[in-house]
């Protein structure tokens, strides 16, 4: 570990002034972060690994908190942040934190944003090597310079190539040039203005395989594209027929219907309810078939028994001409319900994880909340008796004082009752007149 540490450089102000003749790859973190720990040992072999090669790119790292001035500048909101910045240019990295898939970022970054493909071995060279890569075939027109906007744009995604039309494969059938093409899953599409309009977009909505392996932030991701996003939930551990059936019916429609959908749909699985079970605020059953809408939370739930390829497609049509209903959403009552949902199961998770915890965080609050109430209910009732007492006051003209002989018998031998002390003699005379 600490032979990788050495390899990534500890930056401070002065990184701001030194960094323009190189390439710079560099996590900007805070000490206290769990996810920046977490980070760390594979940030130290990202260093080794580029160094190795001898990448052009330099490997950094920044306490974004003691030099918060140069992070705000760079657009530093959260901890971890990835950025690879080559000259003027910022690119934020947005892909899982794994060694090779940084690497990965940063060797697409830091080199030409539009590659030529001078030959045909070198283009089955790239296609061997990329699952997903865009090819611009042409001279220069209005298509290229959008294509040149994109790929500025997109460039932290995928690989942006030119090619002329003889280093293209001979199964390639272009209809017109210039033309922009992407190659996947063992095929090819070519961008239509027309169907798939705005060019950024389509790009966008392509740079993914037809099928994979989904997660949350994965799923994030395809929010972006438009499309809806059709899973197989299963359970990769169990090995029963109805996981695996599932999973290979999803497989098949995403290959053999792949003309049909690849505009409207992305097909995968994900292992495992837990993710989705907090998309849906349900507890979702395993294995099944769930359609999201992760633009705007909607969801689709089966509405009838899949056996095979036929009756997905069959559910992936009604769902297209709005003949299935679509669940949750994002309005303002479905807002609320998130919120309840998600602080319940904050709540829970806390208690699960760790009880004395739990207890700390919650009840210290509930119970000062409780004394104050309590307080404060105490202090009402005694204004209240004190609101008496003197009403009392006002109405007998005196302290009211209580009436101890009140329903007693006399002893014997006591002394009668005194006589009423007569009025004065001028109030007596002014009666009589």
Known sequence: MAFCKGFVEDLDESFKENRKDDIWLVDFYAPWCGHCKKLEPIWNEV??????????????KMDATSYSSIASEFGVRGYPTIKLLKGDLAYNYRGPRTKDDIIEFAHRVSGALIRPLPSQQMFEHVRKRHRVFFVY??????????????????IVYT???SASEEVVPEYVTLKEMPAVLVFKDETYFVYDEYEDGDLSSWINRERFQNYLTMDGFLLYELGDTGKLVAIAVIDEKNTSAEHTRLKSIIQEVARDYRDQFHRDFQFGHMDGNDYINTLLMDELKVPTVVVLNTSNQQYFLLDRQINNAEDMVQFINNILDGTVDAQGGDSILQRLKRMVFDAKSTIVSVFRSSPLMGCFLFGLPLGVVSIMCYGIYTA???????????VVRGE???PALPDEGAGQPEPSGADPPAPAAQEPKDVLEKKKD
Do not use: N, Q, T, W
């Open 396 to 398: 007998a003209g005196g």
């Open 137 to 154: 075939i042409g001279g220069e027109s209005p298509l290229k310079e959008k294509y040149i906007d994109a790929a500025s744009e997109l």
């Open 159 to 161: 690989y942006f190539y």
């Open 380 to 390: 009402d009732a005694d204004g209240h008796g004190d609101e008496r007492y003197e």
């Open 47 to 60: 260093g080794l690994e580029m160094k190795s090669v001898g990448s052009p790119v330099k490997v950094g």
